[in-house]
């Protein structure tokens, strides 16, 4: 069963706290998760941030809308109990409590900053996916990181053979391969135009070398690609191998470097850009937004 959002969890939390007592964060996670019926590897499953479990995020956010709500209270760090309006809203058997519902109560208004009415379209949108902030933003992030992705590649393949040769060399660098930027280039040995050859330390001791190939092609690189730089290996005493493309590798090309004994990484197209992304290779920053919470160990009193 897949994670639920966040609004199906409102009600089944409220049920739980109905008993009067106060009940943990934790415990409660626990108790919901086996309520649904979440595997462990649901249970598990992450944020885009890989900060903190999905789960566990949804909970937090159906928590807090109940006590925007007033359905909810804590009275203590780490435990939360059902007021008596939470009380009242159990003894009118709601089939469900998502957002909807709980803008009847003006407390809830005032913290959504909606009319009781309606809501704007984006926010309808995020009720229809049922996503928490962090995962709205998250998945804001990561849709300017595809777009990102897709420009960078039109950019690369639209560069001179010269401009990629270098721009690999820079990667490599970044990377921590090489050593310097210098060292780096005095070992790339250019071989003809369409791309770059050559041997680099694989760290900066040079306690291993690696075989790099970049090729800035259109089309999909097949296994005979593959195969022959497998080849060149030999010939320059070199037991990995990196073999960089604009475009995309066959399954049998991927399939292949899985059987042989040679270490070879295929880099695409779009795991090129990645790196480019994550290593600040052609990109720049334009905003930083620090999301922060309530640091509860301040608030300990001694």
Same mark, same amino acid.
């Given at each position: 069963?897949?994670?639920?959002?966040?609004?199906?969890?409102?009600?089944?939390?409220?049920?739980?706290?109905?008993?009067?007592?106060?009940?943990?964060? #934790?415990?409660?996670?626990?108790?919901?998760? !086996?309520?649904?019926?979440?595997?462990?590897? !649901?249970?598990?499953?992450?944020? +885009?941030?890989? %900060?903190?479990?999905?789960?566990?995020? #949804?909970?937090?956010?159906?928590?807090?809308?109940?006590?925007?709500?007033?359905?909810?209270?804590?009275?203590? %760090?780490?435990?939360?109990?059902?007021?008596?309006?939470? *009380?009242?809203?159990?003894?009118?058997?709601?089939?469900?409590?998502?957002?909807?519902?709980?803008?009847?109560?003006?407390?809830?208004?005032?913290?959504?900053?909606?009319?009781?009415?309606?809501?704007?379209? %984006?926010?309808?949108? !995020?009720?229809?996916?049922?996503?928490?902030?962090?995962?709205?933003?998250?998945?804001?992030?990561? &849709? *300017?990181?595809?777009?990102?992705?897709?420009?960078? *590649?039109?950019?690369?393949?639209?560069?001179?053979?010269?401009?990629?040769?270098?721009?690999? /060399?820079? *990667?490599?660098?970044?990377?921590?391969? +090489?050593?310097?930027? &210098?060292?780096?280039?005095?070992?790339?040995?250019?071989? =003809?135009?369409?791309?770059?050859?050559?041997?680099?330390?694989?760290?900066?001791?040079?306690?291993?070398?690696?075989?790099?190939?970049?090729?800035?092609?259109?089309?999909?690189? =097949?296994?005979?690609?593959? &195969?022959?730089?497998?080849?060149?290996?030999?010939?320059?005493?070199?037991?990995?191998?990196?073999?960089?493309?604009?475009?995309?590798?066959? &399954?049998?090309?991927?399939?292949? /470097?899985?059987?042989?004994?040679?270490?070879?990484?295929?880099?695409?197209?779009?795991?090129?850009?990645?790196?480019?992304?994550?290593?600040?290779?052609? /990109?720049?920053?334009?905003?930083?937004?620090? /999301?922060?919470?309530? !640091?509860?160990?301040?608030?300990?009193? =001694?």
């Amino acid at each position: 069963m897949a994670v639920p959002d966040f609004q199906s969890i409102m009600l089944p939390l409220l049920t739980l706290a109905g008993d009067g007592q106060e009940h943990s964060y #934790r415990e409660t996670i626990d108790r919901l998760a !086996d309520e649904f019926q979440l595997s462990e590897e !649901d249970r598990r499953e992450l944020l +885009g941030s890989g %900060r903190q479990a999905k789960f566990d995020n #949804r909970v937090g956010w159906a928590m807090t809308h109940l006590k925007k709500a007033g359905c909810l209270e804590s009275r203590k %760090r780490g435990f939360f109990s059902v007021t008596a309006r939470g *009380l009242q809203v159990l003894a009118s058997n709601q089939i469900e409590i998502n957002d909807t519902f709980l803008r009847q109560f003006p407390e809830y208004v005032e913290f959504k900053g909606v009319s009781r009415q309606g809501s704007g379209p %984006r926010e309808k949108e !995020d009720q229809r996916r049922g996503g928490t902030p962090e995962e709205t933003l998250e998945e804001s992030c990561q &849709q *300017l990181r595809r777009e990102l992705v897709e420009e960078l *590649l039109e950019r690369v393949k639209s560069c001179s053979p010269r401009f990629f040769e270098n721009l690999v /060399v820079d *990667l490599l660098v970044a990377m921590g391969y +090489g050593g310097s930027r &210098q060292d780096v280039e005095q070992a790339m040995g250019r071989v =003809g135009d369409d791309g770059i050859d050559g041997i680099i330390k694989e760290d900066k001791l040079g306690l291993d070398i690696v075989y790099v190939q970049a090729k800035r092609w259109q089309s999909i690189v =097949g296994r005979p690609v593959v &195969q022959a730089f497998a080849g060149s290996l030999e010939g320059q005493r070199a037991r990995k191998g990196v073999l960089f493309t604009t475009s995309e590798f066959s &399954q049998e090309a991927r399939e292949y /470097v899985t059987r042989i004994e040679k270490k070879i990484v295929l880099v695409a197209g779009d795991q090129l850009a990645q790196l480019m992304i994550d290593h600040d290779i052609g /990109v720049a920053p334009v905003a930083t937004y620090v /999301v922060k919470k309530a !640091d509860s160990d301040y608030f300990e009193e =001694g």
